[in-house]
């Protein structure tokens, strides 16, 4: 049984405070601590493994009142909440309702100075430069990525799920795929779905049908500007995080991506942060009774221009 939030702790000689906040692993999935508050003494960050018992509305400590008040401080700016990062799957294993479940904050962000990663960023880049002298070696080793990308259509869910014009769905969906000298395995990915009112169509469509072609120039889908449904890709095109609809205190509701704060409105223009362009467009269709198909594109990832590589 998983500890639920306010929670009463109990250790081994007196009740400390309560369960505020629950902090997941986000590699095995599991409830790896426990914050407390310790009854208008701050919040202590007690593991998982401190834990002998839990009912529902109890969690028995092995450990002394001393004890855990000797932990140091909770620092919550060392963490995220769910709603502010992607990690596909792991909200099926939470069974803890409600307030605040938290995963570590990825290392990147917490070691390295945004600047200094951009830099040392460049400086990889230029050592890349000469791939090009061995690209004819590299391609015939890796010819297997070079078949020709996956137009077919997907099924990803029924349009009765958003619930609102200009607010962003989120749609999750399997497919299967191959990777160089890998067996095939399937993975799992999201796409986001808006039901856009006409201001916000033509924001994206400046009042054109778009068009999607192969990499021969051969039309495959055109998206009508009429059609009020629209589908992003699931991955920020800064590098290629998973982002999230969220309520921003000065722009209201928005995309957000929390790796690196880029912020886009609900037609995928960028409003701030990083982000080289908008939001990446995606095939889409609509049935009669409202199941939702799209052509799964990926794109390459921190550039201005759109290079599809899915």
Request: net charge positive; glycine share 6%.
């Amino acid at each position: 049984m998983q500890p639920q939030l306010k929670s009463k702790v109990r250790c081994a000689d007196r009740e400390v405070g309560e369960v505020t906040k629950v902090i997941m692993d986000p590699l095995s999935h599991d409830v790896s601590h426990l914050v407390v508050s310790m009854n208008g003494s701050g919040e202590r960050q007690v593991s998982i493994g401190a834990v002998q018992t839990v009912t529902e509305d109890l969690v028995q400590l092995r450990s002394s009142s001393s004890e855990v008040i000797a932990l140091p401080p909770f620092k919550r700016e060392d963490y995220v909440t769910l709603h502010e990062v992607e990690i596909p799957g792991l909200e099926r294993h939470i069974h803890v309702e409600s307030g605040e479940v938290l995963v570590p904050l990825p290392e990147l962000e917490r070691n390295v100075k945004r600047r200094t990663f951009f830099a040392n960023l460049t400086y990889v880049t230029g050592l890349f430069i000469g791939l090009p002298l061995v690209y004819p070696v590299l391609k015939f080793l890796m010819n297997p990525m070079y078949a020709s990308l996956d137009n077919r259509w997907l099924k990803v869910g029924n349009v009765a799920k958003v619930k609102a014009e200009d607010v962003g769905t989120q749609f999750q969906y399997k497919r299967r795929v191959k990777e160089a000298y890998m067996p095939e395995s399937e993975i799992e990915k999201n796409v986001w779905v808006v039901k856009a009112t006409p201001s916000v169509l033509e924001k994206v469509y400046q009042g054109k049908d778009m068009e999607f072609r192969d990499s021969a120039g051969k039309p495959i889908w055109t998206n009508k500007k009429d059609v009020p449904f629209l589908a992003f890709s699931g991955k920020c095109p800064h590098l290629g995080c998973g982002f999230k609809w969220r309520n921003h205190k000065v722009l209201g509701p928005v995309f957000l991506c929390p790796c690196h704060l880029s912020i886009y409105d609900a037609s995928g223009k960028v409003l701030d942060g990083p982000a080289p362009r908008s939001l990446d467009l995606m095939p889409i269709q609509v049935s009669s009774s409202g199941e939702v198909q799209i052509i799964d594109m990926e794109f390459k990832a921190g550039t201005k221009s759109q290079t599809r590589i899915v």
